[in-house]
T-cell receptor
Framework: DGGITQSPKYLFRKEGQNVTLSCEQN?????MYWYRQDPGQGLRLIYY???????QKGDIAEGYSVSREKKESFPLTVTSAQKNPTAFYLC?????????????FGDGTRLSIL | GQQLNQSPQSMFIQEGEDVSMNCTSS?????WLWYKQDPGEGPVLLIA?????ELTSNGRLTAQFGITRKDSFLNISASIPSDVGIYFC????????????FGQGTRLTINP
């Protein structure tokens, strides 16, 4: 089945540790996105990428890093500089041409601090 | 970052009732999207709107793209228990990349 796979479902981070969240899609979409969701709030954009080897900061990029070495993969690293990393992280993808193409989401990774 | 004003924040209704929620913005959008999120899962696309004034249905769901391009509403008719969840609106700005702006969500609870 075509879709977006995020792993792991749950992740725990120790103080001072970097952790990497995986996002893989087999929809042949050009664009991929990372969002953060806090309780009772909407989604906030962390980073996005419209093409391989290129990505841009979103609204809350501080303390996060990404890479886009392959079209189907867009991993997110939560670094030790992110002081409040506990949240639900969502990855999405979309086609780029034509404008206004809907983004489709994975099932998320819940990150907690030990 | 910019956010949409989505209301109401929560709704408690009886099964079988109709539901209405809306989003407003000070910015013009080219696209409005409505998503539903179940607990512990990612949002699922319900309806996409691409033209001002457009009215689109998906089963018991109906959504409209406001004439001013600054608002949208979603109606759910004859609600059933599986409609429970959080509904998000999202708008794409007129220019720039494929960035979406999300509302804060409407949490729908249904009493059987």
């Amino acid at each position: 089945d075509g879709g977006i796979t995020q792993s792991p479902k749950y992740l725990f981070r120790k103080e001072g540790q970097n952790v990497t969240l995986s996002c893989e899609q087999n929809l042949n979409h050009d664009a991929m996105y990372w969002y953060r969701q806090d309780p009772g709030q909407g989604l906030r954009l962390i980073y996005y990428s419209q093409i391989v080897n290129d990505f841009q900061k979103g609204d809350i990029a501080e303390g996060y890093s990404v890479s886009r070495e392959k079209k189907e993969s867009f991993p997110l690293t939560v670094t030790s500089a992110q002081k409040n990393p506990t949240a639900f992280y969502l990855c999405a993808s979309s086609i780029v041409t034509g404008g206004g193409q809907p983004q489709h989401f994975g099932d998320g990774t819940r990150l907690s601090i030990l | 970052g910019q956010q949409l004003n989505q209301s109401p924040q929560s709704m408690f209704i009886q099964e079988g009732e109709d539901v209405s929620m809306n989003c407003t913005s000070s910015s013009i959008f080219n696209t409005w999207l409505w998503y539903k999120q179940d607990p512990g899962e990612g949002p699922v696309l319900l309806i996409a709107l691409y033209k001002a004034g457009e009215l689109t249905s998906n089963g018991r769901l109906t959504a409209q793209f406001g004439i001013t391009r600054k608002d949208s509403f979603l109606n759910i008719s004859a609600s059933i228990p599986s409609d429970v969840g959080i509904y998000f609106c999202a708008g794409q700005l007129s220019t720039g990349a494929q960035k979406l702006v999300f509302g804060q969500g409407t949490r729908l609870t249904i009493n059987p």
